[in-house]
């Protein structure tokens, strides 16, 4: 495969309003083994089975019931978090395709029977899905979008604590909740790095914002925990940081005499 995970690790999104063909797409999905997370035949029945459950993949029709379109949709599930769209349409409209490549969609199919083929179907998603790679993470200004779970989220970069790896884990503490998110975590603090989130040692990186005390002697980190919710004061936060000799200089540049 070409894929990392088994398929059933991936979310699919069904966007089709023909619902014979969209029974077909998904009996084909589920029986390739991917999580058909939902089926839509609408713009608001596809984000709001998105805000349910964020997919990683989505097979998108242009033209969908009401007057919104399946291009639409591809955008809104874009800014929502890091989805891979592949448009599945009888729509060849010079005009139309445009707009769809705007969204960068993986691909833009042809409804034709060579292209409705399953093992057809297969490679493209998993084309789309390897091309995805593991990113469920997209900033907008001081707030970030990001799939924990299989649920997108809003939070803000300001309640940002730290990030955590933890084996193939990526954990994001923040001063309401823990998010649990597939994703490696150099790729977590690459995305964050330019909002203050720094690496300290092999596992963790901090909100350098939310420093109250840096120990140059044995080079450790305190950070300030105002502003917990009721949930995260249960949860056992580390007292202190510890900053391996890799990153001492970048801390040490970016936090002064703090």
Sequence with gaps: MLIERPRGEYNVLIVEDDSAIQAKLKRMFEGLG???SGTA????EAITSAQRT???LALCDIGLIGHRDGIEVAQKLKEMGNVAIIFVTVNN?????ARAMEVVPSNYLIKSEAAMNQNVLDIQAQIALKNLGTANLVAQDQEVWISSRGTAHKIKVDEILYVKADNNDCFIYTTQEVYDI???FGSVVSDLTEYGILQVNRSEALNINKVSQYDKGPSSIVLDYKGLSE?????ELPRSFNVTVAHRETIAEELGDV
């Excluded at 035949?41 to 608001?44: G, K, L, P």
């Excluded at 949930?231 to 949860?235: I, K, T, Y």
């Design 54 to 56: 964020l997919p990683d």
């Design 41 to 44: 035949a609408s713009y608001n």
């Design 231 to 235: 949930s995260m004061r249960q949860e």
């Design 34 to 36: 991917y999580t058909v």
């Design 93 to 97: 409209d010079n005009e139309v395709i």
């Design 182 to 184: 597939r994703q490696r």
